[in-house]
């Protein structure tokens, strides 16, 4: 951006998505909202003629206070339970809160404590948590889960994922944990081990899954929708002790094996 006026356009009608793939190449835009039937795109200068006769441009009039917006601004803490919560770097830890607190900054990886499959899996680990000395965090994300058992005092941290984004947000999250890029078949048994990926992921890794739990400490399986609780239950040989549920997602705690 060179500090020029920024223009806004909308579009309607035609191949949305051809236009805006032709408009990254065409133009410098600064910032594109997609919406099931509208695309608007910002941008210094004109919007160049686009060619699809059938698309629809209007100009839309740009509030100057929308260009110094960063998105960050509408950010606030996520309370998980009464005394656990995550928020990014940039939020104030709230007045009074004396719970555990992740700081997750919000990047390319899943898991910055919006979405109910993490904060049901987070649930479930907090109330299963019982000092375990190692931990294998499966389908890592921003490694928000060996994040918590990091900040309980848990020293020995390991963790996957199949996305390298996911893997390199784990690493810079948490230096001192053995972050890897691929499957559980990379990680070595643990006596905690926190998996929160869909059903299917879940039910494709669960025998590598269960080879790396020791069973000295917690289980909890995360992400399962409500039809695929049942099944993924009956694949761990055990039962739950524990479950939550966050809108439609559910997590499973199963206790020490021994
Ligand atoms: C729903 S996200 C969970 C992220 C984070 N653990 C959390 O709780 O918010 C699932 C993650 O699992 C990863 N994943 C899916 N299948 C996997 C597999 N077989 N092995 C390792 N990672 C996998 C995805 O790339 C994704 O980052």
């Given at each position: 951006?060179?500090?020029?006026?920024?223009?806004?356009?909308?579009?309607?009608?035609?191949?949305?998505?051809?236009?805006?793939?032709?408009?990254?190449?065409?133009?410098?835009?600064?910032?594109?909202?997609?919406?099931?039937?509208?695309?608007?795109?910002?941008?210094?200068?004109?919007?160049?003629?686009?060619?699809?006769?059938?698309?629809?441009?209007?100009?839309?009039?740009?509030?100057?206070?929308?260009?110094?917006?960063?998105?960050?601004?509408?950010?606030?803490?996520?309370?998980?339970?009464?005394?656990?919560?995550?928020?990014?770097?940039?939020?104030?830890?709230?007045?009074?809160?004396?719970?555990?607190?992740?700081?997750?900054?919000?990047?390319?990886a899943f898991?910055?404590?919006?979405?109910?499959?993490?904060?049901?899996?987070?649930?479930?680990?907090?109330?299963?948590?019982?000092?375990?000395?190692?931990?294998?965090?499966?389908?890592t994300g921003s490694?928000?889960?060996?994040?918590?058992?990091?900040?309980?005092?848990?020293?020995?941290?390991?963790?996957?994922d199949?996305d390298?984004p996911s893997v390199?947000a784990a690493?810079?999250?948490?230096?001192?944990?053995?972050?890897?890029?691929?499957?559980?078949?990379?990680?070595?048994?643990?006596?905690?081990?926190?998996?929160?990926?869909?059903?299917?992921?879940?039910?494709?890794?669960?025998?590598?899954?269960?080879?790396?739990?020791?069973?000295?400490?917690?289980?909890?399986?995360?992400?399962?929708?409500?039809?695929?609780?049942?099944?993924?239950?009956?694949?761990?040989?055990?039962?739950?002790?524990?479950?939550?549920?966050?809108?439609?997602?559910?997590?499973?705690?199963?206790?020490?094996?021994?």
């Amino acid at each position: 951006m060179t500090g020029g006026v920024l223009r806004a356009y909308e579009l309607r009608g035609g191949d949305l998505a051809a236009a805006l793939d032709w408009l990254h190449v065409h133009a410098d835009l600064q910032g594109v909202l997609e919406e099931d039937d509208r695309l608007v795109v910002w941008l210094e200068g004109e919007l160049p003629a686009l060619p699809q006769p059938a698309l629809r441009v209007v100009e839309l009039a740009v509030d100057p206070a929308d260009a110094l917006r960063t998105g960050l601004e509408d950010d606030a803490p996520i309370l998980v339970a009464e005394d656990l919560l995550v928020r990014p770097p940039w939020v104030e830890r709230p007045a009074g809160f004396a719970g555990i607190e992740l700081v997750v900054p919000r990047g390319d990886a899943f898991g910055s404590g919006e979405h109910g499959s993490t904060q049901a899996a987070l649930r479930c680990l907090h109330r299963l948590w019982q000092d375990s000395t190692s931990v294998a965090d499966v389908g890592t994300g921003s490694g928000i889960l060996a994040l918590y058992a990091s900040v309980r005092g848990c020293r020995d941290l390991q963790g996957c994922d199949i996305d390298l984004p996911s893997v390199r947000a784990a690493r810079e999250l948490l230096p001192h944990g053995r972050f890897a890029h691929g499957g559980p078949e990379l990680l070595a048994p643990a006596a905690c081990v926190v998996a929160n990926m869909t059903g299917a992921e879940l039910r494709a890794a669960m025998a590598e899954i269960l080879r790396l739990w020791d069973g000295a400490g917690p289980l909890v399986l995360g992400g399962m929708r409500a039809a695929e609780v049942e099944p993924i239950a009956a694949l761990v040989g055990s039962t739950p002790v524990h479950r939550e549920t966050v809108g439609d997602f559910t997590s499973l705690g199963f206790g020490p094996r021994r």
